[in-house]
């Protein structure tokens, strides 16, 4: 125990079930992903900026150790593959044929990771939490399924009669989902046998203190270490109850005698949403918030461990099922309960949008959300190839939702027996996606390739929109049309007084769609009325049959951020406190905006403010456009213009208005690549007040600048590169520029970074006497307003000392800060200990009528949030020693971030 490792014999008996003759195999050894910081374990997790592992010290990472695989008492050749290592290529010294068994033996050791990385391994009191901890034989269906560990617990192995001969010290407890079938102790030993048939699960815990209970009943055990809300032992008894003949009513009966639910499984699986409040804001009731805890981690075991598909590709089918039976729970038992739970009902919040939502709205908000910023991702493409948000989140909520949405096309009766039958002919055998979609046609006459074709295998969108209506006593004759060109069917309801009078089904709708319906006293005419279907946009989809003005959308004014009404045509406001630089000190105000929790495409923002500071009414305007593409690495056109006014220095002000479109690229066919890049062209005028005194004010205090960049960035957590190319056109002169950042984590965990800047003035025609356009080498003058200083005309005092990495990158202040004609410089720093990195930066500054000028500093660089929050201590640079000089503190230089869209993305770049 105190060297977390486990000696492992171990016998594996395997038919070849195939029909093929199979000459090696392939064994799954995923303990040994932990082994380097370059297995595929290793890049995921600094895919997602997870740096724990790559920090981590070599004894903290797990390992498995194979001394020999024998068969027939003859050692057998075995290989990892090579970018593979947590696969085991085995060749078996003679064929295996048809429905031939063979035997192997291996003998290794395994060093269990700690769980600070997957949740699973040893915790820092010593306790165990294992899984995927021994080797499995891998699935051979026509072909090898093997694939690497990449923290998505999704396992694919055949099924097995297990016999598990465990010996560790008797202080500790065992559980696990298998039998005990004898346990004894010896001398402080204790030795206990587990057995189980047809398992493909391999979970074990041992515990010095085990936090496990098991309630059981005359239909399973239920054992389980999930956190109970402090619930009565009565409550969770008679919970446990409902839950598990909810799911034996649904599914069937579970094949084996334990079902094993963890509080493991509940982070990595959980119930997102409003139960993350602080106590004293829970919505719901502890017994709700329990039961669908339970429940969500009771479905995902009962699946994985009896509907043998493979986790990897087929994941949409368990994840739909665990998703619609969750939301058919809340149908059946809390048919009234809210998005916002109780909060629903306070004053204030219940004028909210939000606060008319049903709780199961929220998967389809979810989904949304991807949808709408284009992120989102086809259901079949493989669980490794998803965004972290798809995987987790975003995928699970699109299945179950299109289960529901196929439920209510093809009729509940039939849908709902299909999935128990379904099961049960399948339980405990491989199966697929394409055998759940052959069963369901069986039992259908309608066509359901769409589902199949268009929602599973596509990201297309569902989005229609009423067109033309013409109507007459008896009759309705419309137009529907179909916005994104696939098959998918759409509701079509009508309503009187806002009660449904008739439904219909409208199919292979094409691109339009013209019908003729019997008008039966309706007064509106709505698609997709129930939100059966995840459409993109709702606010298209009804008209009313009193005349022309009823169609128009009436305003509706709301205070703070809501969710979308597609019957309104909203507007929010919110009261803003901000602090954007010393002039304008602290600024009062209220922004008006049209954006909802759900992007939309044009949105627009209205932003008066009183700076206490300035005692002036300052703030912005601005409107933005977007268009998203698909299935192109052109994902996103973004254009529009904004206006802005605020203090620039003491009593002066500056009146900016800057139209502009850019174009956003990425990698089509990998949404997980961080590779971004960015083409913009903007249009800046701006119109400053004039301060013939100030040292950072222009001859010419009102100037346009015409700006096109070109950004190509790659940002990891391990290699992080990012460059452009920057052309500005003015009046008086033109330049452009080059900037080039590379930043590197090695294994050692030193860090390197580098970053070269190079600038040349294509013409200069202002003052030799003002270096308001020139180049910088530590402290821009910003005339282009994009970088988020405090003071940006202060030339002394701690704002004076604000850094911000541009240009020439310099932390001290040498006695030639600009260049009027080119620069030139590169800044290089890499770790001493920790966040403790020394820094220097070279480069040629030149000045027309003089001679290039050689520059460099150097000194110690403290990184407490790289690009957020850094603190640089000169030491030594043209200037001598600056450590030794007076007024050091002076020479000290920060760089600061409180913008909120900054720090939120810290938190994307893990999940986007």
Not at 32 to 61: G, I, M, P, Q, W
Not at 481 to 489: A, E, G, L, V
Not at 662 to 689: A, C, I, V
Not at 697 to 720: G, K, W
Request: hydrophobic residues 35%.
């Amino acid at each position: 125990m105190e060297n977390q490792r486990i000696d492992i014999n171990q016998t594996i008996t395997y038919k070849n079930t195939s029909k093929d003759t199979l000459k090696t195999i392939y064994l799954n050894d995923w303990n040994n992903s932990y082994a380097t910081k370059k297995t595929d374990l290793a890049k995921r997790l600094a895919d997602e900026y997870v740096n724990r592992f790559h920090l981590a010290k070599s004894e903290e990472r797990g390992f498995s150790a194979i001394t020999s695989i024998i068969q027939d008492k003859d050692t057998i050749p075995f290989t990892r593959l090579k970018h593979q290592i947590d696969i085991i290529e085995v060749e078996l010294l003679k064929p295996l044929l048809p429905n031939e068994t063979y035997t192997i033996k291996l003998n290794y050791i395994v060093k269990i990771p700690s769980n600070t990385f997957t949740s699973y391994g040893y915790t820092k009191e010593n306790n165990f939490n294992l899984r995927y901890w021994y080797i499995t034989p891998a699935v051979y269906d026509t072909e090898w399924q093997y694939f690497s560990n990449k923290n998505l617990n999704d396992l694919f192995i055949p099924k097995s009669d297990i016999t598990l001969e465990l010996t560790y010290p008797k202080n500790y407890t065992l559980t696990s989902e298998l039998n005990v079938v004898e346990s004894l102790e010896n001398n402080g030993v204790k030795t206990t046998v587990l057995q189980g048939k047809d398992r493909n699960s391999n979970k074990l815990y041992l515990s010095k203190a085990s936090k496990f209970k098991s309630i059981k009943n005359d239909k399973i055990e239920l054992v389980s270490d999930l956190y109970d809300n402090n619930l009565q032992v009565v409550d969770k008894v008679l919970i446990n109850d409902k839950i598990m003949n909810y799911i034996f009513d649904n599914l069937g009966p579970y094949p084996h005698e334990k079902l094993l639910l963890t509080e493991i499984d509940n982070a990595n699986d959980p119930v997102y949403g409003l139960t993350s409040l602080p106590k004293f804001l829970q919505p719901f009731p502890d017994t709700f918030e329990y039961e669908m805890r339970l429940l969500k981690v009771a479905l995902r075991n009962y699946l994985e461990n009896t509907l043998m598909v493979n986790p990897r590709t087929d994941h949409w089918l368990l994840d739909g099922i665990q998703i619609y039976f969750l939301m058919k729970y809340v149908e059946d038992h809390y048919p009234n309960t809210k998005f916002l739970g109780k909060l629903a009902d306070i004053w204030g919040i219940r004028s909210f949008h939000a606060a008319d939502l049903h709780y199961n709205e929220k998967y389809n908000l979810a989904y949304m959300n991807m949808a709408r910023t284009n992120r989102d991702q086809p259901l079949a493409m493989q669980k490794d190839s998803l965004l972290k948000f798809n995987s987790n989140i975003a995928n699970k909520y699109k299945a179950g939702i299109g289960l529901k949405y196929l439920d209510d096309f093809i009729n509940h009766d039939v849908f709902e027996d299909a999935i128990k039958p379904f099961l049960k002919e399948n339980s405990l055998k491989h199966t697929s996606s394409e055998d759940f979609e052959i069963f369901l046609k069986s039992r259908t006459e309608k066509d359901i390739d769409w589902f199949f074709e268009d929602y599973i295998k596509t990201r297309k969108k569902i989005d229609f929109k009423i067109k033309d209506v013409e109507k007459t006593e008896d009759s309705i004759t419309l137009t529907i049309k179909n916005k994104r060109h696939n098959n998918m069917p759409v509701s079509l309801y009508t309503l009187s007084n806002d009660s449904v009078i008739s439904k219909y089904w409208i199919e292979n709708i094409g691109s339009e769609k013209t019908l003729t319906i019997p008008r039966n006293e309706a007064d509106k005419l709505v698609l997709n009325y129930n939100n059966a279907a995840p459409e993109f946009n709702l606010r298209d989809n009804w008209k009313s049959l009193k005349g022309f003005f009823f169609n128009n959308k009436p305003l509706q004014f709301r205070l703070f951020k809501d969710v979308e009404d597609p019957y309104y045509n909203q507007v929010f406001f919110m009261p803003i406190i901000e602090f954007n630089n010393i002039y304008d000190g602290l600024n009062l105000g209220m922004k008006v905006y049209n954006g909802t929790l759900l992007r939309r495409n044009l949105k627009y923002k209205i932003q008066p403010q009183y700076s206490l500071g300035s005692k002036s009414i300052t703030g912005g305007v601005s409107a933005l456009m977007t268009h998203n593409i698909e299935n192109s690495n052109l994902y996103a056109i973004t254009y529009g213009a904004s206006f802005g006014y605020n203090s620039y220095a003491e009593d002066l002000f500056v009146r900016r208005i800057i139209p502009s479109v850019s174009f956003f690229f990425r990698e089509d066919n990998d949404f997980r690549s961080n590779k971004r890049k960015l083409l913009r062209f903007r249009f800046l005028d701006f119109n400053r007040d004039r301060a013939p005194l100030n040292p950072n004010s222009s001859d010419e205090p009102n100037y346009s600048v015409f700006n096109a960049r070109y950004i190509h960035s790659n940002d990891n957590l391990i290699n992080y590169s990012k460059w452009y190319t920057d052309f500005q056109l003015a009046r008086t002169f033109s330049k452009v520029s080059f900037n080039y950042e590379f930043r590197k984590l090695f294994e050692s965990n030193r860090q390197l970074n580098v970053r070269f800047f190079t600038g040349i003035f294509l013409e200069n025609n202002n003052d030799l006497g003002s270096n308001y356009f020139s180049f910088a080498l530590d402290r821009p003058t910003d005339y282009l307003f994009e970088y988020n200083y405090l003071g940006r005309s202060e030339a002394s005092g701690i704002f004076s000392q604000q850094f911000i990495e541009a240009e020439g990158g310099f932390k001290s202040k040498l006695e030639v800060p600009f260049a009027n004609q080119w620069m030139s410089t590169a800044n290089v720093s890499t770790t001493l200990w920790k966040y403790v990195l020394a820094y220097g930066d070279f480069g040629l500054v030149k000045n027309k009528f003089n001679n290039p000028k050689f520059v460099y500093d150097s000194g110690i660089r403290i990184n407490l949030v790289t690009d957020y929050f850094e603190i640089y201590f000169p030491i030594y640079s043209n200037l001598g020693w600056e450590i030794a000089q007076p007024s050091y503190d002076q020479k000290i230089r920060f760089k600061f971030t409180v913008d909120p869209e900054s720090l939120l993305g810290l938190f994307r770049r893990r999940w986007y």
